[in-house]
C-alpha cells in the first residue's frame, strides 16, 4: 500500500499511525506511478491522531520532532522512505536511536538530516542580496532542500535594520523579515525595482571577485566543490560563467 500524504508534519504523523503496523507501506509526498496490483490512499491530516503520536514519540525521544522537520525539508528522493524507516525504528526501540549509526534507517536519516544542515551552512555564505528602491532587500534563492526560513536567524542578526525577503524560485515561497517580525508566505514570482546604486554594488563586487582570484593557481574543479554551479544563477559574480 502507498500512503500519499502532502508533506506536512501533521500529515506525516498521521500517516505514519495508518502505516505502522503494514510491512510493506511506503509513504510518499510526491505523485508516484502505481505498480500492478498496488492500491493508494491519501492520508489526511488527523490533528488528534497526530499529537497523539507527537507525544509517545517524544517521550522516547525528546529532539525527535527536531530530526523530523529537518526530514521533511530535504530534497532528496527518498526522503518519505527515510523518515518512515526512522520513526519507525523509534518506535519499535522506545529510546533515542541516532547514535545507532549501524543501523541502515539510521545512517541513512543522518545522511538526510546532514545535507539539509550544510545546505543551510553553505547559503550562509551563497545568498545574494538585491536592493530594492524602496531600500528593502531582496534574495533569490533555487535550494535543494527547503530552508528559506531557516536562513532567517543567520541574516537578521547580520542585517537587523534592513528588511528583506529571501525567495526560494523553486518552491516559489518566500521568507520575509518586516524589520521587527518574519514570516513565511507564497510567493510565485517577484518584480523587484532596483535600486540606481544597484548596478554599481554588482560591478564592485565583481571587481573584487576579479581581484582576489589568481589565474596562475586556477582550481576550477575544486572551486565546484565549494561554491556548485547549480547556485551560480543568483550570483552576480558568477553571471554568465555557467560552465
Excluded at 561554491?227 to 560552465?243: A, N, Q, T
Amino acid at each position: 500500500m502507498i500512503y500519499f500524504y502532502d508533506g506536512t508534519k501533521q500529515s506525516f504523523l498521521t500517516a505514519l499511525l495508518a502505516a505502522y503496523s503494514d510491512g510493506e507501506a511506503v509513504l510518499s509526498s510526491r505523485s508516484a506511478q502505481l505498480g500492478l496490483g498496488e492500491q493508494s490512499v491519501f492520508v489526511h491530516a488527523d490533528p488528534v491522531r497526530a499529537e497523539k503520536a507527537e507525544k509517545r514519540l517524544l517521550r522516547y525521544d525528546p529532539k525527535c520532532m527536531e530530526d523530523l522537520d529537518l526530514l521533511l525539508r530535504s530534497g532528496a528522493d527518498d526522503r518519505d522512505k527515510v523518515a518512515l524507516d526512522y520513526f519507525r525504528l523509534i518506535a519499535a526501540r522506545k529510546c533515542p536511536v541516532r547514535a545507532m549509526l549501524a543501523e541502515d534507517a539510521v545512517a541513512a536519516a543522518e545522511d538526510c538530516i546532514r545535507r539539509v544542515q550544510f545546505e543551510v551552512h553553505r547559503f550562509h555564505g551563497f545568498v545574494r542580496f538585491l536592493e530594492s528602491a524602496s531600500g528593502a532587500l531582496y534574495a533569490p534563492i533555487a535550494p535543494d532542500n527547503d530552508i528559506c526560513d531557516l536562513l532567517v536567524p543567520h541574516f537578521r542578526a547580520r542585517l537587523p535594520r534592513f528588511p528583506f525577503v529571501i525567495h526560494d524560485v523553486k518552491r516559489k515561497r518566500a521568507a520575509v523579515y518586516d524589520g521587527e517580525h518574519t514570516f513565511l508566505a507564497p510567493l510565485d514570482r517577484a518584480e523587484v525595482a532596483l535600486s540606481a546604486d544597484e548596478g554599481a554594488w554588482q560591478a564592485l563586487w565583481k571587481k573584487y571577485y576579479k581581484s582576489v582570484n589568481i589565474p596562475s593557481r586556477e582550481r576550477l574543479k575544486q572551486m565546484r566543490g565549494y561554491m556548485p554551479v547549480r547556485y551560480w544563477k543568483f550570483m552576480p559574480e558568477k553571471f554568465g560563467d555557467l560552465c
